[in-house]
T-cell receptor, first 112, second 113 residues
Framework: KQEVTQIPAALSVPEGENLVLNCSFTDSAIYNLQWFRQDPGKGLTSLLLIQSSQREQTSGRLNASLDKSSGRSTLYIAASQPGDSATYLCALIKAAGNKLTFGGGTRVLVKP | DAGVTQSPTHLIKTRGQHVTLRCSPISGHKSVSWYQQVLGQGPQFIFQYYEKEERGRGNFPDRFSARQFPNYSSELNVNALLLGDSALYLC????????????FGSGTRLTVV
């Protein structure tokens, strides 16, 4: 059974600092991995998707890496801003058309 | 271009009642999935539907049921509501096998009192 863990559960950094968010999983047989952002009480906004054959994806200040052999993905957010404060969730799909398996999320606070 | 739309946005129900939540996928998406998110936790998979057929079911009791209509919209029904059913219910749509992943709606906040 695939298990997804995100540590730490919460993180507080000063504005301008780079953010490093971790996601670990137990089964390396994945189809793709997706990072989401969630603002309080809101739905999920997709940030980046990494296909199984890829090692990383980048979008603006965001970079996500995937290392299947070690069961890890990392989301980097450069030069954090107060507007980056949110909960960040990673989720895996084992095969095309399958369900998403989520981690518990990391709640981020960026202090001005 | 409309994203995934869910209704209602908020709902308050009494224990024992039933509830129906609705979801319209992105145009062209034929797969709809439902997730339950309890406060402070990651979303948990409830159902997936594709071409009006159930393609997956999570570890939820039979009080939970769903269906998909010919226009690919979907309903999630929950009977005999319990206090523990209070959560954010999220709907996601995708092409089956789509390498672009899933797109989520804004969710329905259900409170059971």
């Amino acid at each position: 059974k695939q298990e997804v863990t995100q540590i730490p559960a919460a993180l507080s950094v000063p504005e301008g600092e780079n953010l490093v968010l971790n996601c670990s999983f137990t089964d390396s047989a994945i189809y793709n991995l997706q990072w989401f952002r969630q603002d309080p009480g809101k739905g999920l906004t997709s940030l980046l998707l990494i296909q199984s054959s890829q090692r990383e994806q980048t979008s603006g200040r965001l970079n996500a890496s995937l290392d299947k052999s070690s069961g890890r993905s990392t989301l980097y957010i450069a030069a954090s801003q107060p507007g980056d404060s949110a909960t960040y969730l990673c989720a895996l799909i084992k095969a095309a058309g399958n369900k998403l398996t989520f981690g518990g999320g990391t709640r981020v606070l960026v202090k001005p | 271009d409309a994203g995934v739309t869910q209704s209602p946005t908020h709902l308050i129900k009494t224990r024992g009642q039933h509830v129906t939540l609705r979801c319209s996928p992105i145009s062209g998406h034929k797969s709809v999935s439902w997730y339950q998110q309890v406060l402070g936790q990651g979303p948990q998979f409830i159902f997936q539907y594709y071409e009006k057929e159930e393609r997956g079911r999570g570890n939820f009791p039979d009080r939970f049921s769903a269906r998909q209509f010919p226009n690919y919209s979907s309903e999630l029904n929950v009977n005999a509501l319990l206090l523990g059913d209070s959560a954010l219910y999220l709907c996601a749509s995708s092409f089956v096998g789509d390498l672009n992943g899933y797109t989520f709606g804004s969710g329905t906040r259900l409170t059971v009192v």
